[in-house]
């Protein structure tokens, strides 16, 4: 649990002293605590292997400011309790630069006093809006939020003509949060919420809540927003009962995984996503094009796995944070923490990130695409 | 009505899967009176090392075959290397040892497998029979057709067998069984191959259904651990009882109230049953056992 990660190597780092001696500065540390085992694991472990691969390649290409890039990792085994005090072992013990993650929304909530009280740059890399909203000084994040998801889902529905949708959502963390948003956000967007039902993260089988939705007359669509194989088994068993309203997941399940586990059920299913998943689908003039297809083929050649969006946010802060270091000229806190705010035009796998003071996220609604599943395969809907 | 019609189809599907679950802690309790924590990891395992096989390319029979008899040996070698040492300590110790060895079986199969979820195909096709405006997926046939066959099987082997009723006699008093000649060693080896191949068992009827992950085992064990004791522990048609009428419950609460209570009223129930009768619907008194 407490592995230390020390990826720049010491023979590595010997042998880059002893050919440039102008490398001999001491290392930017950056600091990180991911959940890279336990339930959120899915999630930690991409972001995890993404770190330590960008700041290897860093490194190989001279490092950022002449000095080497170390990363100081803890794993918080998806205890969201755990993340406080690794936060706090960054900042006092290891005295690291900058901390990126917080896997999950709990985890990065645990570590936003220290790291405000600690005045130290904050990327987090968990979803929920309370992260940025209210703003906080030295808090970052870089996923899309849950809001933002139901948002571009409102809008699909209103160009097919679709407002009354039957709502089922995870006990999860994710799932509640956004039922949460969509249910905030759904009146203004004029969307009628007609069935609101839950299901575990654990569940075996959802007929039960579905039978009730088919039974609702004048539904038109069904909104799942649930995270890894719950939403699977959702769209097992809507296939089963022989329910044709249009279908809609959250960005949660915007993985292989989820083609996969739910097989043929999930043909027209639709959901927000970031571009990374369609990487080779999107047109050669998309700004995004370059960035997304070199994270993939960087990530699937060094670790021989399919890239998931998670992994992606992971890149998406550390190179925020260069960026900002490259503009800022130093590295100092202060200095660094305006640079990040003033973040324009910064092209990730996330979408087009343009920061401003009451917005620490950056991302707006085109930085979801709106994907069907077709042929067991991602196509972008517009 | 053909609401009511799907919900009990759905409540019988969930009842069969928490039943074989319930099932293996029957037979562990039987035998040793300790309640096997790991069991809902033999379910777990049972799941995850058929889909392994299959996706590696055998075909499904071959793999499903081959996941039972490996969770046999594994049920086999925990009892060996965890249990036995310790079969002189108390009950306590021994039911903590059962949850030291669940965790380390998921750490396992978390680093060996993968930590993401995997599913098996359907045994038989995934066309839905439309039942009087239900419908209901051929593998919950499957689940509840080999959850009978498994209760009537166990139900000779106890009443039948000399090895049946040896585990029966050992449960009762280990020291008059081992004076009558019973191989009190066997017995607990055998208890545990057979409630973890009665695991795999049901692991590989659930995954096609459920999917499974490294972690599905925690709560398909703690489902099954609360039909048993609602059932009451030990007893076959208990575990069987105990299994259909917590699926039932918690359909019906989904479906009629809301599924926000899914997850409480079973719990709810089985506390307010524990109250009124503690060895649970059909447990027998300690005495009335054999």
Same mark, same amino acid.
């Given at each position: 649990?407490?592995?230390?990660?020390?990826?720049?190597? +010491?023979?590595?780092?010997?042998?880059?002293?002893?050919?440039?001696?102008?490398?001999?500065?001491?290392?930017?540390?950056?600091?990180?605590?991911?959940? +890279?085992?336990? @339930?959120?694991?899915?999630?930690?472990? @991409?972001?995890?292997?993404?770190?330590?691969?960008?700041?290897?390649?860093?490194?190989?290409?001279?490092?950022?400011?002449?000095?080497?890039?170390?990363?100081?990792?803890? /794993?918080?085994?998806?205890?969201?309790? #755990?993340?406080?005090?690794?936060?706090?072992?960054?900042?006092?013990?290891?005295?690291?630069?900058?901390?990126? =993650?917080?896997?999950?929304?709990? *985890?990065?909530?645990?570590?936003? @006093?220290?790291?405000?009280?600690?005045?130290?740059?904050?990327?987090?890399? *968990?979803?929920?809006?309370?992260?940025?909203?209210?703003?906080?000084?030295?808090?970052?994040?870089?996923?899309?939020?849950?809001?933002?998801?139901?948002?571009?889902?409102?809008?699909?529905?209103?160009?097919?003509?679709?407002?009354?949708?039957?709502?089922?959502?995870?006990?999860?963390?994710?799932?509640?949060? =956004?039922?949460?948003?969509?249910?905030?956000?759904?009146?203004?967007?004029?969307?009628?919420?007609?069935?609101?039902?839950?299901?575990?993260? #654990?569940?075996?089988?959802?007929?039960?809540?579905?039978?009730?939705?088919?039974?609702?007359?004048?539904?038109?669509?069904?909104?799942?927003?649930?995270?890894?194989?719950?939403?699977?088994?959702?769209?097992?068993?809507? *296939?089963?009962?022989?329910?044709?309203? @249009?279908?809609?997941?959250?960005?949660?399940?915007?993985?292989?995984?989820?083609? #996969?586990?739910?097989?043929?059920?999930?043909?027209?299913?639709?959901?927000?996503?970031a571009a990374l998943i369609v990487a080779d689908a999107l047109p050669a003039s998309d700004p995004q094009k370059p960035v997304v297809t070199g994270y993939a083929k960087a990530y699937a050649d060094a670790f021989?796995?399919?890239?998931?969006?998670?992994?992606?946010?992971?890149?998406?802060?550390?190179?925020?944070?260069?960026?900002?270091? #490259?503009?800022?000229?130093?590295?100092?806190?202060?200095?660094?923490? /305006? *640079?990040?705010?003033?973040?324009? =035009?910064?092209?990730?796998?996330? =979408?087009?990130?343009?920061?401003?003071?009451? /917005?620490?996220?950056?991302?707006?609604?085109?930085?979801?695409?709106?994907?069907?599943?077709?042929?067991?395969?991602?196509?972008?809907? /517009? | 009505?053909?609401?009511?019609?799907?919900?009990?189809f759905s409540g019988l599907t969930v009842g069969a899967t928490y039943a074989l679950s319930a099932l293996g802690f029957s037979m562990i309790y039987n035998a040793s009176g300790v309640i096997n924590f790991a069991?809902?990891?033999? $379910?777990?395992?049972?799941?995850?090392?058929?889909?392994?096989?299959?996706?590696?390319?055998?075909?499904?029979?071959?793999?499903?075959? %081959?996941?039972?008899?490996?969770?046999?040996?594994?049920?086999? $070698?925990?009892?060996?290397?965890?249990?036995?040492?310790?079969?002189?300590?108390?009950?306590?110790?021994? $039911?903590?040892?059962?949850?030291?060895?669940?965790?380390?079986?998921r750490g396992v199969v978390e680093v060996t497998m993968g930590k993401g979820s995997r599913a098996l195909p359907h045994f038989s096709g995934e066309t839905p029979i439309a039942l009087g405006g239900a419908t209901?997926?051929?593998?919950?046939?499957?689940?509840?057709?080999?959850?009978?066959?498994?209760? %009537?099987?166990?139900?000779?082997?106890?009443?039948? &067998?000399?090895?049946?009723?040896?585990?029966?006699?050992?449960?009762?008093?280990?020291?008059?069984?081992?004076?009558?000649?019973?191989?009190?060693?066997?017995?607990?080896?055998?208890?545990?191959?057979?409630?973890?191949?009665?695991?795999?068992?049901?692991?590989?009827?659930?995954?096609?259904?459920?999917?499974?992950?490294?972690?599905?085992?925690?709560?398909?064990?703690?489902?099954?651990?609360?039909?048993?004791?609602?059932?009451?522990?030990?007893?076959?048609?208990?575990?069987?009882?105990?299994?259909?009428?917590?699926?039932?419950?918690?359909?019906? &609460?989904?479906?009629?109230?809301?599924?926000?209570?899914?997850?409480?009223?079973?719990?709810?129930?089985?506390?307010?049953?524990?109250?009124?009768?503690?060895?649970?619907?059909?447990?027998?008194?300690?005495?009335?056992?054999?």
């Amino acid at each position: 649990m407490q592995k230390v990660v020390k990826t720049a190597l +010491a023979a590595l780092s010997f042998a880059a002293v002893t050919a440039s001696p102008s490398l001999a500065a001491d290392p930017i540390k950056i600091g990180s605590v991911l959940s +890279a085992t336990g @339930p959120a694991a899915f999630l930690g472990e @991409p972001e995890a292997k993404t770190l330590q691969l960008y700041v290897e390649k860093v490194n190989a290409a001279g490092g950022l400011l002449g000095r080497k890039l170390e990363l100081v990792t803890y /794993d918080d085994g998806s205890d969201a309790a #755990k993340a406080n005090g690794f936060a706090k072992r960054l900042i006092e013990d290891d005295k690291v630069d900058v901390i990126l =993650g917080g896997t999950t929304t709990g *985890a990065t909530m645990g570590m936003v @006093p220290l790291v405000e009280k600690g005045e130290i740059p904050f990327i987090s890399l *968990a979803g929920a809006v309370v992260i940025v909203e209210p703003t906080k000084k030295w808090v970052f994040k870089t996923p899309h939020t849950d809001r933002m998801a139901a948002e571009k889902i409102f809008a699909d529905m209103k160009k097919r003509g679709l407002t009354k949708l039957a709502l089922v959502s995870e006990t999860s963390g994710f799932g509640q949060s =956004g039922r949460k948003e969509t249910i905030a956000s759904a009146a203004k967007a004029g969307i009628e919420i007609v069935a609101d039902e839950t299901y575990g993260p #654990k569940d075996t089988d959802v007929t039960a809540q579905l039978t009730k939705i088919k039974g609702l007359a004048g539904t038109q669509a069904i909104l799942v927003f649930g995270l890894g194989q719950g939403p699977a088994i959702v769209t097992k068993n809507i *296939a089963q009962l022989g329910i044709t309203l @249009p279908h809609y997941e959250s960005h949660g399940v915007a993985s292989e995984e989820y083609i #996969k586990l739910s097989g043929a059920a999930a043909e027209g299913v639709r959901l927000p996503a970031a571009a990374l998943i369609v990487a080779d689908a999107l047109p050669a003039s998309d700004p995004q094009k370059p960035v997304v297809t070199g994270y993939a083929k960087a990530y699937a050649d060094a670790f021989k796995s399919e890239v998931s969006t998670f992994g992606g946010h992971a890149y998406d802060a550390l190179m925020i944070y260069a960026d900002a270091v #490259k503009r800022a000229g130093t590295t100092d806190k202060a200095k660094v923490r /305006d *640079a990040i705010e003033a973040t324009k =035009g910064f092209v990730g796998t996330g =979408g087009v990130v343009n920061m401003k003071a009451d /917005d620490h996220m950056g991302l707006d609604l085109s930085a979801f695409r709106m994907l069907e599943i077709k042929g067991g395969k991602w196509t972008l809907v /517009d | 009505m053909s609401q009511f019609l799907q919900l009990l189809f759905s409540g019988l599907t969930v009842g069969a899967t928490y039943a074989l679950s319930a099932l293996g802690f029957s037979m562990i309790y039987n035998a040793s009176g300790v309640i096997n924590f790991a069991q809902g990891e033999f $379910i777990m395992l049972g799941g995850m090392v058929a889909a392994v096989l299959t996706a590696s390319g055998l075909p499904l029979p071959l793999a499903v075959l %081959a996941a039972i008899v490996v969770v046999a040996l594994v049920g086999l $070698i925990v009892e060996k290397l965890a249990i036995e040492p310790a079969r002189d300590a108390d009950i306590t110790s021994i $039911i903590i040892i059962t949850i030291g060895v669940s965790m380390i079986v998921r750490g396992v199969v978390e680093v060996t497998m993968g930590k993401g979820s995997r599913a098996l195909p359907h045994f038989s096709g995934e066309t839905p029979i439309a039942l009087g405006g239900a419908t209901l997926l051929p593998q919950s046939l499957w689940v509840m057709a080999v959850t009978a066959v498994v209760v %009537a099987g166990l139900a000779v082997f106890f009443g039948r &067998t000399r090895l049946g009723k040896g585990i029966l006699a050992t449960a009762h008093n280990r020291l008059a069984a081992q004076l009558v000649g019973v191989d009190v060693k066997k017995v607990l080896l055998t208890s545990f191959g057979l409630a973890a191949a009665l695991g795999a068992v049901g692991g590989v009827l659930i995954a096609p259904i459920a999917t499974t992950s490294y972690d599905a085992g925690l709560m398909l064990g703690l489902k099954g651990f609360v039909a048993a004791t609602f059932g009451g522990l030990g007893s076959g048609v208990g575990a069987i009882a105990g299994g259909v009428l917590l699926g039932l419950i918690e359909t019906m &609460t989904a479906g009629y109230v809301s599924s926000s209570y899914k997850d409480a009223v079973p719990f709810v129930l089985v506390l307010v049953i524990l109250v009124v009768r503690p060895r649970g619907l059909f447990g027998l008194g300690p005495s009335e056992r054999v």
